[in-house]
């Protein structure tokens, strides 16, 4: 069965830090990229950031460069990601998923999410 769980989120102040991890079972890690992606209320689903296990290659969405880090442990089969200088706007379910080889836009496997909330 084929499983991605999602933890680390909770509630932290503007300016904190937060990991997200991302759990992964039931397929052969090495052969997906892993993807981040957020949703806040009322607003659309948003890509986050990827990490492609196959060469590590990484991507971020503008508006988290320079304060989120993504990073793939293949030996635990988890992909992490670090967030630091966290603004309110930053408040939404985190969701990890999964796509073959690459990052792309079909992703074939969603985790349930974890929450982060940014006060301000």
């Known amino acids: 069965e084929v499983q991605l769980v999602e933890s680390g989120g909770g509630l932290v102040q503007a300016g904190g830090s937060l990991r997200l991890s991302c759990a992964a079972s039931?397929?052969?890690?090495?052969?997906?990229?892993i993807g981040w992606f957020r949703q806040a209320p009322g607003k659309e689903r948003e890509g986050v950031s990827c990490?492609?296990?196959?060469?590590?290659?990484?991507y971020y969405a503008d508006s988290v460069k320079g304060r989120f880090t993504i990073s793939s442990d293949n030996a635990k089969n988890t992909v992490y990601l670090q967030m630091n200088s966290l603004k309110p706007e930053d408040t939404a379910v985190y969701y990890c998923?999964?796509?073959?080889?690459?990052?792309?836009?079909?992703?074939?496997?969603w985790g349930q999410g974890t929450q982060v909330t940014v006060s301000s």
């Open positions: 039931g397929f052969t890690f090495d052969d997906y990229a």
């Open positions: 990490i492609s296990s196959s060469d590590g290659s990484t």
């Open positions: 998923a999964a796509e073959s080889v690459v990052c792309g836009n079909e992703y074939d496997y």
